[in-house]
């Protein structure tokens, strides 16, 4: 099954530039067996494959964008269209890759970017619970909000299940309540607005 017009010598310039049989096979358009059997012949070891690291292959998945963005290119799944990375039979998050080259640790709960683009994985974009939760406090105390309460109004612990909006607001993660520090002429037990 080779191409016509893969010669030998074809072959032969591609394995001087250390392609693997498959690749060679894959860019002329020819029988992989036969590029190994001129491999053999012209007395070449064949190529040991070099696999990328995690974060070099998650790199490799990426595209710069304005703004520091990053673009993930490799596989999306579900109707979000969340990024995956499979790597070695495991599937990955991309953001939680980006969290760990930024911070040196794993993410604690889910990442996100904090930059306002959907699903952007630059690592100085991303932020994991405890990270964002710290960051939407700092941000409703700029805005002129109080510290967040200990507990909410239903006795939840804060430090666990404390969550911001986006612009800060503070809620419940658990009960889903505003923060009683939100708004003191909100009535009791209103809803978090969504």
């Known amino acids: ?30 029988d992989r ?6 491999r053999r012949a012209q007395g070449l070891p064949d190529v040991v494959a070099q696999p990328l690291t995690l974060e070099q292959k998650w790199s ?3 595209r710069a964008l304005d703004g520091g963005h990053l673009e993930w290119c490799g596989e999306k799944v579900g109707p979000s ?4 990375m499979r790597y070695k039979g495991r599937s990955y998050s991309p953001t939680k ?27 100085t974009h991303v932020e994991d619970q405890p990270g964002r939760t710290r960051l939407r406090d700092q941000l409703w105390l700029l805005r002129g909000g109080h510290a967040r309460q200990t507990h909410c109004r239903r006795g939840h612990d804060q430090s666990v299940h404390g969550r911001n909006l986006p612009d800060g607001y503070p809620y419940c993660g658990a ?6 520090e939100a ?12």
């Open 1 to 30: 099954m080779s191409q016509v017009g893969a010669s030998q010598a074809d072959i032969v310039a591609l394995l001087g530039q250390g392609l693997s049989n498959t690749a060679i096979a894959s860019q002329l358009g020819c």
């Open 33 to 38: 067996h036969r590029v190994a059997v001129i």
């Open 60 to 62: 490799a998945l990426t």
């Open 81 to 84: 269209e969340s990024p995956v």
């Open 97 to 123: 890759i980006a969290f760990t080259i930024q911070h040196g640790r794993p993410p604690e709960g889910q990442v996100k970017p904090e930059c306002g683009m959907r699903h952007c994985v630059a690592p």
């Open 175 to 180: 009960c889903h309540q505003r923060a009683p």
């Open 183 to 194: 708004d003191p002429n909100e009535p009791q037990g209103a809803p978090c607005p969504s």
